[in-house]
């Protein structure tokens, strides 16, 4: 079992995104059963913010009823691969954990205008179908 982390500070903009593309990813490859998928920030929001929740109701995708959480340290630990959103892996990746960070550097939606919300929504998604293109070869 692989698991996929994707974490932010909020968890209400980026990894949100980036979560919900990796259910669909999994989903359509049929691969629940080797793939699990956890989304949390470092320091989370109350809701997802509304800009996202517009972004990808454009695409498909619900989030409206979804709540930030805190990512815990067992997660992050366990994980073995830890995607961050434009923050440092530092506050997040516990010492001497032995999996992969990668930091997607990718601007914040919050207060964005709609389009450059779906072009940072459109990046995500074509960043995370590619994750899953490497983790099958």
Known sequence: MTTLAFVCVQNAGRSQMAHAFAERERAS??????????TGGTDSADRVHAEVVDAMADV??????????????????????????????????????????RDWDLDDPDGRSPDDVARIRDDIRERVADLFDELAD
């Open 29 to 38: 490859r049929g691969l629940e059963d080797e793939i699990t998928l956890v």
């Open 60 to 101: 498909g995708v619900d989030l409206s009823a979804r709540t930030p959480r805190e990512v815990t340290f067992e997660e992050v630990r366990d994980a073995d691969h830890v995607i961050t959103m434009g923050c440092s892996a530092d506050d997040v990746c516990p010492a001497g954990w032995a999996g992969e960070n």
